[in-house]
């Protein structure tokens, strides 16, 4: 079964840097491409980065691109999202998600607020 357990949210101020993780099981992690989605309050899901199984391959929202860097640890089984220059509007609850599973994590809450 596919668990995902995303880690590493916070309070954090304007132009300021959080790096998220998700670690994963119940699959062979390697073999899967992996997303980053997000949830604003109010707003639907939108996919933000993903990254192929190697990690050679990556792909970003027009919104974070140049910001955040989504990499994977496959020895760890654990993707993660670096955000850096953060902006208000980047506050959101985020997941990660396996390509072809419906399962989502509990996510981690990102707040950017002066």
């Known amino acids: 079964q596919v668990q995902l357990v995303e880690s590493g949210g916070g309070l954090v101020q304007p132009g300021g840097s959080l790096r998220l993780s998700c670690a994963a099981s119940?699959?062979?992690?390697?073999?899967?491409?992996m997303h980053w989605y997000r949830q604003a309050p109010g707003k639907e899901r939108e996919e933000v980065a993903t990254?192929?199984?190697?990690?050679?391959?990556?792909s970003y929202a027009d919104s974070v691109k140049g910001r955040f860097t989504i990499s994977r640890d496959n020895a760890k089984n654990t993707v993660y999202l670096q955000m850096n220059n953060l902006k208000p509007e980047d506050t959101a609850v985020y997941y990660c998600?396996?390509?072809?599973?419906?399962?989502w994590g509990q996510g981690t809450q990102v707040t950017v607020t002066s």
């Open positions: 990254i192929g199984g190697t990690g050679r391959s990556t």
């Open positions: 998600k396996r390509l072809g599973s419906n399962n």
């Open positions: 119940g699959f062979t992690f390697s073999s899967y491409l």
